[in-house]
């Protein structure tokens, strides 16, 4: 009997599902390395903004003496070039009536190429009273050709405020999304006013162009003989290395950034294997139906293979190109909205094509390998008499194996955090990785075994509130645990990392806060050494400045080195300028209170008793208290007249309103420290500094909830693929129960009671997959961000229950929405088809 030279196994509307899973996966690596190629060349697009219009770099060492001349030094000589300018390494504060105050750095325009290359509009200045701004930093000064910005008194090497007329705007780096740096372009008629009498020549790195028709290179070989201890390279040579430097800084970006492309693959994986399971079983009957008329097994091979190549390269183009026009529409939107200046189109290469293709296939490929083995071993009998599906009742051998990995994963991931807290760090978090990779496979292989007395005793609950269709539903999922646990594992893999970050930021958040009040729990602290009368009033009246009080500042010897400086404040201003009101009540007279690093440097213990002479010439007693790592040394204002007199500077401290408050509104850190820093910079002032610890405390509280929106923005991938998943496992179950569900409907089941059921079946699995991933996240989150942290600061640990509460709703309400589609399925079966092959 010939054999049949092809065989189609399973009509391609079957693997929809696994088609958009697969195609939501591969956007998302097509979306991660075209932002690595857009990061990639804004990174050299800076980077080559610092070698503009130069052929040459000439590297010159200077002498302590050079490093600190008061007149301009002269260019190196070589041999070939055309002009030598110095690559200005210096930043200055601007400010405008418009802007307010912006740091910008500085840059030489290339003599005799200032028209050419660099200016977008006007002219480059030919007076010390002009200036050249660059587009982002002109944006951020808000000024255009003919405004004038101020470089204020205290940033001024003269110490006089200078006032410059904007007469040209260059361009921006080109082809970059982050922006670039703002910068001033100088020429020699400003640099002095600018930079001082050096006129930005202290420096060790030089520009230089060759004359048209001049190879750089043949300049580098021979560079003349008497260049001394010069270094000649080409500008392209330094500009590679530059850009290099910055992407060498972005390096463990990426590295997160690959470990959540993975995360999404294989969470995809899971669906897809998911998917071809479900569907051969589906097609026992037809498989064994093609053994018994002589197909081989490779035969049978070959067409999962093909079936699964076919939806792997669908999924995958239709992902490659979705990423590339996601992206695309999102440059344009940012164009359109001011973000970046001109439209960037997005950077298309052979790796933005072809790796989320070859992606695609590869997980699909894999993810069909089971299900292959499945089909192979269909017997020619069960053409005759399918076999209903086994139930295994016991944990079953990789049951076993997956308790034992879970359980040998968790001792060694408490162990690690141990092994951290003892003061081995490092062994102590790669033992934690190893115990937390270790355990959560051992969850996801003995998913199975779990799956079904979770589903059960879930499914009690619900049946009491959702009735017989909740009731049913729990048995559906219970009685094929192999299916179930293949979607719950989509879903816990999300809900998992997103719970453990969720635990982990807010607890980083937490600890940092903490650590950072017990070293600077006072906001801001303004020192001079004469004040005006009106000084508190003026650091008050500051937008986003809740209060301010007076102290007061003065050293004094403690046998070390250096003097020991005493912040004079009552405790009154401590309880309501400080994030530590509590140290308040150690504020007495007689003793200073100071962290316990500052006590090390001071060399003074807890309880000990100085012996300092006062301003009276009189010995006086001084208590030392030490309070966890407090930076600061803190004494009563009476303790202080007591011992420096009249030596005492004048302080003003203050504290921050709470970020989120009306009165922070519109109002950042920066905004407050600029504001601070022209009023020091008034009349009254003299030698006036302000240091901000809550600038440094709210950085990172921005760095952290940037870090975390960026994490679970990310994760949101996996969880999407998942929730595709429930999709797929409802609507081919609605397909492999078609008799059954025409049997419900024959025996009085109602559409909307259809419908309810693979509701309450979809809002179970995504329970099931949540729960396990909020207690495992939770855990997994605790654990590690003690092994991270534990052996520098003291962890206060946070779960953030709004977050987690949050991620159980998104997910019941995601599990219900998935069931829409396949219910109305459901809800159309006809009862005769209970009489139908539903093969």
């Known amino acids: 009997m010939a054999r049949p030279a092809r065989i189609t196994l399973t009509p391609i509307r079957r693997h929809v599902a696994a088609v958009v899973t697969i195609a939501l996966s591969c956007a998302f690596v097509a979306v991660m390395v075209i932002a690595g190629n857009l990061m990639q060349a804004s990174l050299r697009s800076q980077a080559a903004q610092g070698f503009e219009g130069a052929d040459l770099e000439i590297q010159r060492p200077l002498t302590d003496e050079q490093w600190s001349a008061a007149e301009p030094l002269e260019a190196p ?178 590295g997160i950034l690959a470990v959540f492309v993975v995360i999404a693959l294989f969470t995809s994986a899971v669906v897809i294997a998911n998917t071809f399971a479900v569907t051969i079983a589906q097609r026992t009957r037809s498989l064994a139906l093609l053994r018994t008329l002589g197909a081989t097994r490779a035969q049978v091979r070959s067409v999962v293979l093909r079936e699964s190549a076919t ?65 192979t071993r269909v017997a020619p009998l069960q053409a005759l008499r399918p076999l209903p599906p086994v139930v295994r009742r016991g944990p079953g051998v990789r049951g076993v194996l997956g308790l034992i990995a879970a359980v040998a994963g968790i001792l060694l991931l408490g162990g690690g955090t141990a092994l951290a807290l003892t003061g081995i760090p490092s062994l102590g978090i790669l033992l934690a990785i190893v115990g937390g990779v270790l355990s959560f496979t051992g969850v996801l292989i003995s998913l199975v075994t779990i799956t079904r007395p979770l589903a059960a005793l879930l499914g009690r609950v619900i049946g009491r509130v959702g009735g017989l269709p909740a009731r049913i539903a729990s048995a559906n999922v219970a009685r094929n645990p192999r299916r179930s646990a293949a979607t719950i594992a989509a879903l816990l893999i999300g809900t998992t990392l997103m719970t453990m970050m969720a635990v982990g930021a807010r607890t980083a958040e937490a600890t940092l806060t903490s650590e950072l009040d017990s070293r600077r729990p006072i906001d801001l602290v303004v020192s001079a050494e004469e004040m005006p009368d009106q000084a508190v009033d003026q650091i008050s009246a500051i937008d986003g400045i809740d209060r301010a009080r007076q102290g007061a500042r003065g050293d004094i010897p403690v046998g070390v080195s250096e003097p020991m400086t005493l912040f004079g404040l009552s405790p009154e201003t401590v309880r309501e300028t400080s994030h530590r009101p509590d140290a308040a009540d150690d504020l007495v007279d007689g003793v200073v209170l100071l962290g316990q690093e500052r006590a090390e440097r001071f060399s003074v213990t807890d309880g000990q008793v100085l012996q300092v002479e006062g301003a009276d010439g009189a010995t006086h007693d001084l208590t030392v208290t030490v309070d966890a790592n407090l930076q600061m040394s803190l004494v009563t204002p009476a303790t202080l007249e007591q011992l420096v007199g009249d030596a005492a500077t004048p302080v003003v401290v ?87 569900n025409a049997l419900l409907r024959a025996l009085g089941t109602t559409r909307r009671q259809m419908r309810a059921m693979l509701g309450w079946e979809g809002v179970l699995l995504a329970v099931v997959g949540a729960v396990l991933g909020i207690v495992i996240g939770s855990i997994y989150g605790v654990l590690g961000i003690q092994a991270l942290l534990g052996s520098s600061y003291p962890v206060s640990i946070t779960i953030p229950w709004v977050q987690v509460g949050l991620v159980l709703v998104l997910a019941m309400t995601a599990g219900a929405l998935a069931s829409v589609l396949p219910g109305r399925a459901a809800a159309r079966t006809a009862p005769a088809a209970a009489l139908a092959d539903a093969d």
């Open 77 to 254: 000589q070589v041999a070939g070039t055309e002009n030598v300018w110095p690559q200005l390494q210096t930043y200055l504060e601007l400010s405008s009536a418009g802007g307010g105050a912006v740091f910008v750095s500085t840059a030489m325009l290339p003599p005799g190429q200032e028209t050419s290359t660099a200016l977008a509009d006007g002219r480059p200045s030919s007076s010390a009273s002009e200036i050249v701004l660059d587009e982002p930093a002109a944006a951020a000064l808000e000024v255009g050709l003919g405004d004038t910005v101020t470089l204020p008194a205290d940033r001024s090497t003269s110490g006089e405020t200078h006032r410059f007329t904007v007469v040209g705007i260059a361009k921006g780096p080109q082809g970059s999304v982050l922006g670039g740096t703002p910068r001033a372009l100088l020429t020699p008629e400003n640099a002095e006013a600018l930079l001082g009498p050096s006129a930005g020549t202290t420096t060790d790195v030089w520009l230089a162009s060759v004359p048209e028709g001049t190879d750089p290179a043949d300049v580098v070989a021979d560079p003349g003989s008497d260049t001394g201890d010069l270094t000649v390279r080409t500008a392209a040579d330094a500009e590679e290395e530059a850009a290099s430097d910055f992407l060498r800084g972005f390096a463990a970006l990426g």
């Open 311 to 375: 939806v792997g390269l669908i999924g995958a183009v239709l992902g490659m190109l979705g990423g590339h026009l996601l992206v695309q529409a999102a440059l344009a939107g940012a164009a359109g909205l001011g973000w970046v200046d001109s439209l960037v189109l997005v950077p298309v290469s052979l790796l933005s094509l072809l790796l989320p293709v070859a992606a695609g296939l590869v997980i699909t490929l894999g993810a069909s390998l089971a299900p292959m083995r499945a089909a």
């Open 654 to 740: 203050a504290d921050f309103a709470d970020p989120g408050t009306p009165e922070r509104e519109g109002v950042d850190a920066m905004a407050i420290m600029d504001s601070v820093n022209q009023a020091v910079a008034g009349d009254g002032w003299e030698s006036g500094s302000a240091d901000a610890g809550g600038a440094e405390r709210e950085a990172y509280a921005e760095i952290l909830q940037i870090l975390l929106g960026i994490t679970v923005a990310l994760l949101a991938v996996a969880v999407v693929v998942a929730l595709v998943g429930v999709a797929n496992t409802l609507s081919l179950g609605v397909i492999e129960r078609t008799g059954e």
